[in-house]
């Protein structure tokens, strides 16, 4: 089978690549050449930018694929992109969109990809996933383009320290906040449900639907069935980083307050129970289960941070602020 993956690289898609591999793909990646390291041995790079969509097709000319997979699409005007790309050109196009694309919050706790409708007042990110599932089934409907629609929810692997609140450029902040003896941060009681998926479980799922003539036309998410509360999260992320964690616990309301670029992650996403009914896909991919525990997928990350000494990099601004919602929230409390 021959696939293209646009990008290829990231915290997902290169867990992906990886066993694309090793169950034979004939694998090409098409991206910028930013990420070389994560490139897999075996993979086939095809240097371009997929944001720009006359050098894309130049560079693309004369290929046909079994399968495209797009990463990096967000919005309407990506996938517009692709299907002039790819119209006549691959068997499946498989888009990544995002399980927080699903009512927020939703009616009942459990997510189906059939059943909870796809909703978010809060986040324009998933708002723009949403158009992009409707732009590309809408061309299914018009001229029979092949398309797939995947929706990972929080998927992790070596190079992320997952959480609701951290620094997305220096992840290693948040372990380095809990050695230290800090406050971390967690939003509401704690109590609210979430499931953590390691990438190489979603790869496990994700390939399954390679070549897959039924799964045209579907939605898939590809989640863990483990359930988790926050706390129950954070304190894992401690033990893995051998100690025990200071957690103060601040409504999602009040951090919006003081930031509101949270309101789309929080009240659009993690701040709401998500469940989710991995029926689906195992009844397309019998062999999928997610076997890695968030307990020992964490210990693994924290293992590759402490291998890659150069990675453990602080947010100085990051700390600065959580510091800041946790003096501002104390005081609120001091008789």
Same mark, same amino acid.
């Given at each position: 089978?021959?696939?293209?993956?646009?990008?290829?690289?990231?915290?997902?898609?290169?867990?992906?690549?990886?066993?694309?591999?090793?169950?034979?793909?004939?694998?090409?990646?098409?991206?910028?050449?930013?990420?070389?390291?994560?490139?897999?041995?075996?993979?086939?790079?095809?240097?371009?930018?997929?944001?720009?969509?006359?050098?894309?097709?130049?560079?693309?000319?004369?290929?046909?694929?079994?399968?495209?997979?797009?990463?990096?699409?967000?919005?309407?005007?990506?996938?517009?992109?692709?299907?002039?790309?790819?119209?006549?050109?691959?068997?499946?196009?498989?888009?990544?969109?995002?399980?927080?694309?699903?009512?927020?919050?939703?009616?009942?706790?459990?997510?189906?990809?059939?059943?909870?409708?796809?909703?978010?007042?809060?986040?324009?990110?998933?708002? *723009?996933?949403?158009?992009?599932?409707? #732009?590309?089934? $809408?061309?299914? %409907?018009?001229?029979? @383009?092949?398309?797939? !629609?995947? +929706?990972?929810?929080?998927?992790?692997?070596?190079?992320?320290?997952?959480?609701?609140?951290?620094?997305?450029?220096?992840?290693?902040?948040?372990?380095?906040?809990?050695?230290?003896?800090?406050?971390?941060?967690?939003?509401?009681?704690?109590?609210?449900?979430?499931?953590?998926?390691?990438?190489?479980?979603?790869?496990?799922?994700?390939?399954?639907?390679?070549?897959?003539?039924?799964?045209?036309?579907?939605?898939?998410?590809?989640?863990?069935?483990?359930?988790?509360?926050?706390?129950?999260?954070?304190?894992?992320?401690?033990?893995?980083?051998?100690?025990?964690?200071?957690?103060?616990?601040?409504?999602?309301?009040?951090?919006?307050?003081?930031?509101?670029?949270?309101?789309?992650?929080?009240?659009?996403?993690?701040?709401?129970?998500?469940?989710? *009914?991995?029926?689906?896909?195992?009844? #397309?991919?019998? $062999?999928?289960? %997610?076997?890695?525990? @968030?307990?020992?997928? !964490?210990? +693994?990350?924290?293992?590759?941070?402490?291998?890659?000494?150069?990675?453990?990099?602080?947010?100085?601004?990051?700390?600065?602020?959580?510091?800041?919602?946790?003096?501002?929230?104390?005081?609120?409390?001091?008789?």
């Amino acid at each position: 089978m021959k696939v293209l993956f646009i990008g290829g690289t990231g915290l997902i898609s290169e867990a992906v690549s990886k066993l694309a591999l090793e169950r034979g793909i004939e694998l090409y990646l098409f991206n910028r050449g930013k990420r070389d390291e994560f490139v897999p041995e075996g993979a086939k790079v095809i240097k371009g930018d997929i944001r720009d969509a006359e050098q894309a097709a130049a560079a693309l000319e004369g290929y046909q694929f079994d399968v495209v997979v797009d990463w990096i699409a967000f919005t309407p005007e990506h996938v517009s992109t692709d299907i002039a790309l790819f119209r006549g050109r691959t068997n499946q196009y498989i888009f990544i969109s995002s399980a927080s694309a699903y009512q927020k919050p939703p009616k009942h706790y459990i997510i189906t990809e059939d059943a909870t409708p796809l909703e978010n007042q809060y986040w324009q990110y998933s708002r *723009d996933k949403i158009a992009c599932e409707q #732009l590309l089934l $809408d061309e299914q %409907a018009s001229s029979g @383009f092949p398309v797939t !629609i995947v +929706r990972p929810s929080f998927t992790y692997g070596d190079t992320m320290i997952p959480a609701a609140l951290n620094s997305w450029q220096h992840p290693w902040s948040l372990i380095a906040r809990m050695r230290a003896g800090q406050p971390v941060i967690v939003h509401g009681d704690g109590s609210s449900l979430w499931t953590m998926t390691h990438n190489t479980d979603f790869a496990k799922g994700f390939i399954g639907l390679l070549g897959r003539a039924e799964a045209i036309g579907e939605a898939y998410h590809i989640t863990s069935d483990e359930v988790l509360t926050w706390n129950q999260i954070y304190e894992a992320i401690g033990s893995a980083a051998g100690v025990e964690p200071k957690l103060v616990h601040i409504s999602s309301e009040f951090l919006i307050s003081h930031d509101p670029d949270l309101e789309g992650g929080l009240l659009g996403d993690k701040s709401v129970t998500s469940v989710f *009914d991995n029926r689906k896909i195992k009844r #397309l991919v019998p $062999d999928f289960s %997610a076997d890695l525990s @968030f307990e020992e997928g !964490i210990k +693994r990350t924290v293992a590759w941070f402490e291998a890659h000494p150069e990675r453990c990099t602080e947010d100085d601004a990051w700390n600065e602020q959580m510091d800041t919602i946790i003096a501002a929230h104390a005081a609120g409390f001091k008789k």
